[in-house]
Structure formats: structure tokens, C-alpha cells
T-cell receptor, first 108, second 115 residues
Framework: DAKTTQPNSMESNEEEPVHLPCNHS???????IHWYRQLPSQGPEYVIH???SNVNNRMASLAIAEDRKSSTLILHRATLRDAAVYYC?????????FGTGTLLAVQP | EAGVTQFPSHSVIEKGQTVTLRCDPI?????LYWYRRVMGKEIKFLLH????????ESGMPNNRFLAERTGGTYSTLKVQPAELEDSGVYFC?????????????FGSGTRLTVV
């Protein structure tokens, strides 16, 4: 499983885009990059995942660097409900290896 | 569709007692996982069921923990006897297809406090 590195915390203003970075320099060629988030008092929630190409879904976009050593989760318009801990996870097993994640604060 | 349901949502027990946590996965999801976060630590994998079979139980901390999934539907996680260090939040997740590339759905967790 790839070791991932994320900033401990980030701040954003409501309705502005947010770019959450993740470094995963040890990722192998077949490891997917997953993002989960955990809102207060809830379980982790799947956000998005990708392998090489950039990915979009209704929640977010995932931009993966060409060398795959880093990726960025993009929330296009942050809302107060997006305040959560965001986890970037790399690997190719059935186990999710959670790190400490990035605590995103959204200011009104 | 109904999500992953866990109960109780909270449990407070005394050291040495037994507690059983229950998880109802999304209907039709053969894969069921248990995770936990103990105080101040990261969320850690405990084990993985495929239907009623334990696929991977490498994360189970010791033999005081017993997970079952009889009939391949709901699962229980029993802690006997509970110790203070077992306090934390226990999460259950399920997925339809084996292989983590499809995303897991987590429950809201059971907060266990051992006093």
C-alpha cells in the first residue's frame, strides 16, 4: 500500500473552490487513489477514486499527476456541509489504510 | 436503498463485561468490513467477510474479539472481556463487489466506552 502525505488542515470560504493535495510518491502502477471523507459524528464516506486519468463525479473531481506521485481532490464550490476530514488512500488491497487526513474548515 | 446500519450507536460498559456490536450491511452486499478508531489514533482495519467467510482477519487485535456473520447477512463483533483500551468508535462497511476499487459504504459507527 502506498504511503500518503496530506496537510493536517486547510481552510476555505463558502462557495469557493477547494484543492486538497495528496502526495503518494511510493504508489505502484496498479494502485488506485481513493478519497474518503468523514463528517463529524459519521462514518467515512466514499468521495471518488481514480488510477491515471482525471475523474469527475457529482461530489468532486480528482486530478492525478502524470507521474502519479500526487493527486488533488477538487471541490468546485465548498459548502458548510463539506467541512470534514478528507482522507487520501493509495493501495490495491481490500483494506483501506487511513492516515490522519486533512481537516477542512469552511468559513461562511 | 437503506445504508449500513449499526447498533447500538453508543455503549458504555464496565471493564471485564461483554459487549456485542451489530452491523447490517446494505442488502445484497456480500463484502462486509469492520474498522475501528481508538482514542487519538487513526481508523484501522479489523477484518473482512465475504458472505459468511472471513477473508482477512489480520487486523483483529487479540482473541478477546470475535466476529461472526452467520448466514452471510448481518455481522456481530463481540468483545469479551472488554478492556479500557477497547474504547473507541467501531465502524462497519459493506460493498457489493470484492475489491476496493468500487468504494465502500460505511455505517455511522458504534461508540464504545469501557469504564
Amino acid at each position: 500500500d502506498a504511503k500518503t502525505t496530506q496537510p493536517n488542515s486547510m481552510e476555505s470560504n463558502e462557495e469557493e473552490p477547494v484543492h486538497l493535495p495528496c502526495n503518494h510518491s511510493t504508489i505502484s502502477g496498479t494502485d488506485y487513489i481513493h478519497w474518503y471523507r468523514q463528517l463529524p459524528s459519521q462514518g467515512p464516506e466514499y468521495v471518488i477514486h481514480g488510477l491515471t486519468s482525471n475523474v469527475n463525479n457529482r461530489m468532486a473531481s480528482l486530478a492525478i499527476a502524470e507521474d502519479r506521485k500526487s493527486s488533488t481532490l477538487i471541490l468546485h464550490r465548498a459548502t458548510l456541509r463539506d467541512a470534514a476530514v478528507y482522507y487520501c488512500i493509495g493501495g490495491a488491497t481490500n483494506k483501506l489504510i487511513f492516515g490522519t487526513g486533512t481537516l477542512l474548515a469552511v468559513q461562511p | 436503498e437503506a445504508g449500513v446500519t449499526q447498533f447500538p450507536s453508543h455503549s458504555v460498559i464496565e471493564k471485564g463485561q461483554t459487549v456485542t456490536l451489530r452491523c447490517d450491511p446494505i442488502s445484497g452486499h456480500d463484502n462486509l468490513y469492520w474498522y475501528r478508531r481508538v482514542m487519538g489514533k487513526e481508523i484501522k482495519f479489523l477484518l473482512h467477510f465475504v458472505k459468511e467467510s472471513k477473508q482477512d482477519e489480520s487486523g483483529m487485535p487479540n482473541n478477546r474479539f470475535l466476529a461472526e456473520r452467520t448466514g452471510g447477512t448481518y455481522s456481530t463483533l463481540k468483545v469479551q472481556p472488554a478492556e479500557l483500551e477497547d474504547s473507541g468508535v467501531y465502524f462497519c462497511a459493506s460493498s457489493q463487489v470484492q475489491g476496493w476499487n468500487y468504494g465502500y459504504t460505511f455505517g455511522s459507527g458504534t461508540r464504545l466506552t469501557v469504564v
